[in-house]
Structures are given as C-alpha cells and as structure tokens.
C-alpha cells in the first residue's frame, strides 16, 4: 500500500530558497566552531579534574562505620548496596522490593513513511515524487492517523499508559546511605514478574515503606492519541463526568488483559491489531555490590569539586579498582571529545555547503553543469571544513594547554626551516650550459657570419666534431669588413689526414691558401713548408 504525490519546485522559488540557507548554513558553521572550541576545553578541563582527582583519593577500608578521619575526603570504597523498599505499580499487579521498578509502553499503529526524489528538469525547476507508504509497527507512543495522507488506515488505543520509572528512596552503603545520583547509577534491569492478587497482597503486606506511581489511565479518541494536554483533560473530565465530552469519539476499555510473564497485553498477543498496547515491566534487584569514588559528607556522599570548578563521583557494579575506574572515566571522556569533534566537523562542513549551495542552484538551468557544480562544491567546502576545524582544534590546544603546544608549535617550526635550509644546501651548483657544437660561439652583440650567396657554411667531415677554441677564448673572426677567406670556384677546402687535427697558423695570422687551381696535398700527407712560411709546389 502506498500513495505518491507529485509537484514542480519552479527554477526561482529553488534559487530564492538557497539563499535563504546561507542564513542556516552560518548557523552551523558557527555552531559547529563553537562546539569544537568548546569541546577541546570541556576535554582538557575534564582531564585534569580526572588527575586532580586521582591524587586526592584515599581508600577506604571499612564501610561498616561511618570514620570521621574520611570527613571531607574523596574516597575509594567497595561494598554491597541494598534497600528494603516496596516499589508499586499502583495500576497493575507489579511491586516488589526492588532499588528500580521500570514500565515501558508500547501501542501497534500504523506508521506513515515518507520517502521523496528529486529530479532536476532542463531550465531549473526540480520534479519532487513523495511516496507514502504505510506499515503496523510497535511504537512507544499513540500516532495520531488524521494527517495520513492515504485514507484507511485509522489508529484507535485500548488504552494509553505512560512510561515510568519508580526509585528506591532509602539505600544503604554499610553505615553510610547513597545519594540520588549514586542510586540511578544502579541499573542492573532484569524482568519484573506479573503479580497474582494474593502475591500482591503479601508483598504488600510485608513492606514498611511502599512507593508507587501516580496513576494515568484514559480513555482517548484517536484525534488525539499523543496530545497529552488533551489527554490530562480528558482523563479529569472521565473521572468526573464520562458524559462530558459526547462529540469525542472513544474507544471502549478492554478490561481485561494477558499475561505473559513480565508483560502485560490489552488484546490477543498471537495476532496483534490496530489499538492493542503491551506494557513490559523490569526491575533491579535489591541488593548489588558496587565501586564507589565520592567525597564523603556525614552519613553519606556528595561530589568531589576540582580546583577548575569540575565535579566528579562515580559508581559502577562489581568490585573494580579504583585505577580501573578511573581509567574507565578517561576512556569515556577520550570518547565524547572525538565524537563531539566529529559532530563539530560535520556541522562546519554541512554550514558550508548550506553557504555555498547556491551555485549549485543557479546552475541547474543546465542539469549536467550543475552536477559537475555539485562535486566541485561538495569536494572544496570538505576541503575547507576539515582544514578550518583543524585551525580552530589546533589553536583552542595552544590555549588551553600552552605549555604543551607552544613548545610543540616551535619545534615544527623549527623542522620546517631545517628542512628548508638542508634542502638548499643540498642543491647542485649552477653549471655553463655546453656549447652546440654546430653553433660557434659568438662575441656578445655580434652576428655570426654568414657565407657567399649560393654557398652553403661549411661542415665538419662525417663523424668528427668542429674544433673549438680553448676554454676562456673566443674563435678568431676576420678583421672588420672582410669576409672569411673561401677556397677558389670549384676545389674544396683542404682537409686534415684521417684521424688528424687541423694544423692552426701562429696567433694572429690567417691560413695560408693554396694558389688558384691547385690541389690540395694527397691523401693522408700533409704539405711541406719552406723556412719563409711558403709552401713548395709539387
């Protein structure tokens, strides 16, 4: 069974409500700030109250006397805690000596559930389907079926009993009695069985202090099943005059009911309806050894106050050292400030993107961009949320526990410029590039030659490279206005034997040319010179 509604979200009333979520989304960016600064004080503070603490305690040996050498002192004890209380459910046959007597309340309804799915259309408007569907579920109170959105699947109650509670009020700690905060902190529930009118009777009987709760019983119409002004009203008036109120409708009391065991059932528990209520009853035991930490005050215990201004008492069942438990209490406070940091990061986080979620609308006109808009927004305000909550932990730890963070904040500095300077001593040497040995160098702001028109420059023979001047000198250029000398039309430059360098002129003078027309020396000789310089003729 389900009912599904459509509607059309216009392109300006998405836009006009995105911008009305930048309001929320400072809210809990702030909020979220907040909670994180705090949280890292409430952790630190709540530290050191544990520490304060655990060096003041003393033990106690004996609970079997109150000693007034332990008057004003924080103390470790052990022992069994009892009382002789009757509690009693003053509506059903359930009572007992008990330190806590629990009624929980259930009613079979049926449930409205809400699921919706969004479309984004070409132009920016956004296509909502909401499906209703509905379902019978056991719930801890009436559900009111007047807003369901499909007909027939009206809610009526047998009967509507508030959940409770009853505490022992006398409980007693050898010669000492417990505080309230030391008895709710006993909470061992085991099942409470249902009573027989003579079990009743004789536990009744035998009790010299009986305590029971205020009875709530009515007889409610189902329009306002969950309204408990109404109901109040309505149960005052039943119990005056039933015929008050004659336009409500109201369902018959069943006035009888099943038992199993701790349970009470209005209706046939092995096929439940619409209106039935099952009501389940638990108890803790009378007696129980416990672990205390408490600062003694007379006959009994109040909290320890710390320097900072923290309380601190604590009670847990079984026989546990007094290092065990506080070691307990640190683990617990070790867990609430990183769930509370989560919760804080989530809420900057979540306020960012309510700040910037408008982008993401104006894009909707075309679907695909506003997606790619999403991702990018999403990815930078967790980006952001991390790294801004990691400044506001990082800066609430430098003040609240400066002597640890400033320390620890000029060591990391100190790192970050060691890592920075051994990184620069470590760098190489800029090196001249090498020359391009197809490239002479050139005298700065000179050109390189260029040879005669039609020519091609010259080019060293195959698999050996051009001879370079020394290191530190410039190659010989001609004088200003001349050309390099060419060999004549026709004969090409005379090359070096194989495997030999180029003989070089003295410093200052050009090489000696052979005449026009003649070769150059065979192959692997090299030309001989008279005393003037001259070279003979072959």
Request: aromatic share 10%.
């Amino acid at each position: 069974m389900a009912y599904t509604e459509t509607r059309t979200v216009g392109y300006g009333t998405r836009v006009g409500n995105s911008f009305k979520q930048i309001g929320t989304g400072f809210l809990m960016f702030i909020a979220g700030t907040v909670l994180l600064w705090w949280n890292e004080g409430n952790y630190k503070k709540t530290a050191d109250m544990l520490e304060e603490a655990q060096q003041a305690t003393v033990e106690m040996n004996s609970i079997a006397k109150a000693d007034p050498q332990f008057e004003g002192q924080l103390v470790y004890a052990t022992g069994e805690a009892s009382t002789d209380d009757i509690l009693q459910d003053p509506q059903f046959p359930v009572a007992g000596n008990f330190m806590h007597l629990k009624r929980d309340v259930e009613y079979y309804q049926w449930v409205e559930h809400q699921h919706e799915e969004h479309k984004d259309k070409v132009g920016g408007s956004e296509e909502v389907t909401i499906t209703y569907t509905y379902t019978k579920e056991w719930t801890s109170s009436p559900v009111s079926s007047s807003s369901f959105k499909e007909s027939g699947h009206d809610n009526t109650v047998r009967i509507q009993v508030e959940n409770g509670v009853l505490d022992a009020q006398n409980v007693t700690f050898g010669a000492y009695t417990f505080p309230e905060f030391f008895i709710n902190s006993i909470s061992s529930y085991e099942p409470a069985e249902v009573l027989t009118p003579e079990q009743l009777q004789a536990v009744l009987n035998g009790g010299s202090s009986i305590t029971t709760m205020e009875q709530q019983r009515v007889e409610i119409p189902d329009s306002l099943a969950g309204d408990s002004a109404a109901v109040a009203q309505i149960q005052q008036q039943a119990a005056q005059a039933p015929q008050a109120a004659p336009d409500a409708y109201t369902q018959k009391v069943d006035p009888g009911y099943e038992v199993n065991g701790n349970q009470i059932y209005y209706g046939t528990s092995s096929s439940p309806r619409i209106g039935d209520v099952r009501i389940t009853f638990q108890k803790v035991a009378p007696k129980a050894t416990v672990s205390i930490l408490g600062k003694v005050q007379g006959d009994t215990f109040v909290k320890y106050k710390a320097k900072n201004g923290k309380t601190f008492a604590r009670l847990e069942q079984g026989t546990i050292s007094s290092d065990e438990m506080y070691g307990h209490a640190e683990s617990e406070n070790d867990l609430l400030k990183w769930g509370l940091r989560l919760l804080g990061v989530l809420l900057v986080i979540g306020g960012l993107k309510g700040i910037f979620n408008f982008l993401v609308i104006i894009l909707k006109v075309i679907p695909f961009l506003a997606s790619i808009m999403n991702f990018g927004v999403g990815l930078i305000c967790t980006v952001l949320g991390i790294a801004w909550s990691l400044i506001v932990i990082g800066v609430a730890w430098l003040f609240y526990r400066p002597m640890v963070g400033i320390p620890l904040l000029v060591v990391a500095v100190g790192l970050i410029a060691w890592l920075a300077l051994r990184g620069r001593g470590k760098q190489p040497a800029l090196q001249p590039a090498p020359a391009d040995p197809q490239q002479p160098q050139q005298p700065y702001g000179q050109q390189p030659q260029q040879p005669p028109y039609g020519q091609q420059p010259q080019q060293p023979p195959y698999g050996q490279q051009p001879q370079q001047p020394p290191y530190g000198q410039q190659p010989q250029q001609p004088p200003y206005g001349q050309q390099p000398q060419q060999p004549p039309y026709g004969q090409q430059p005379q090359q070096p034997p194989y495997g030999q360098q180029p003989q070089q002129p003295p410093y200052g003078q050009q090489p000696q040319q052979p005449p026009y027309g003649q070769q150059q020396s065979p192959f692997g000789q090299q030309p001989q010179q008279d005393g003037n310089g001259e070279t003979p003729q072959p």
